[in-house]
């Protein structure tokens, strides 16, 4: 076989791995109302490792300054790239509705784009292989951490991550008897 064969070959199978993964994206394809208008309705699919290494690649490019303020602007820019990859159009998958992450934020408003990142996220996280647990150290490390937490002292995206982390582990809601977030804490009364 000759070198030209070869690569002809190899490109032949690259695409058709490229054009297994869009099928899986197909399988796993999720539809969601948008927040400020429910009747518009997007898909997400997953997206592939290196249309996510271009969304980290794009984020660490930017000159933010290097504060909260600016690791917040790199994070928020990254969640509208990696939308800008995962929302596509319903009826035909391979065709991206945004080209940007720039044009998402344009389009979408802000409490949109925190509904499909979580939900991108979520999808994300349910269809992705898993290649190893954590190690049992690590695990007990966790659990000593989780404890040690002043949990009512969380607020905003921290409050908001951890009542997320909680929902998720519990098939059911948190009975009434747990703590609320330090936010509502000082709003309800007792009885002395």
């Known amino acids: 076989m000759s070198a030209l064969q070869e690569t002809t070959l190899r490109k032949g199978l690259l695409a058709e791995r490229r054009l ?18 429910p009747e518009i309705r997007v898909a997400l699919v997953p997206l592939t490792e ?6 980290l690649s794009f984020a660490a490019m930017l000159e933010t300054p290097d504060n909260i ?13 990696i939308l800008s990859y995962a929302i596509r159009d ?3 998958l391979s ?28 999808l994300a996280d ?31 995206r921290q409050w908001y991550a951890a009542n997320r982390f ?5 098939p059911k809601p948190l009975a009434d008897s747990l703590l609320g977030s330090g936010s509502t804490s000082n709003l309800t009364t007792t009885s002395e």
Not at 95 to 109: A, N, P, T
């Open 126 to 156: 349910r269809n992705s292989p898993r290649l190893e647990q954590l190690p049992a150290e690590d695990v007990e490390i966790l659990k000593k951490a989780l404890q040690e937490m002043d949990w009512n002292e969380f607020t905003g």
């Open 20 to 37: 297994a993964r869009m099928r899986l994206g197909q399988a796993v394809l999720e539809i969601f109302p948008l927040l400020s208008d």
């Open 95 to 122: 065709e991206r509705i945004y080209s940007s992450g720039h044009e998402v934020g344009l389009d979408l408003e802000p409490q949109d784009v925190g509904f499909l990142i979580d939900h991108y996220y979520e």
């Open 166 to 170: 909680l929902l998720s582990l519990s």
């Open 90 to 92: 319903p009826r035909n």
């Open 69 to 81: 303020a600016g690791h917040q602007m790199r994070d928020r820019a990254e969640t509208r790239e």
């Open 50 to 55: 290196a249309e996510h290494e271009s969304c």
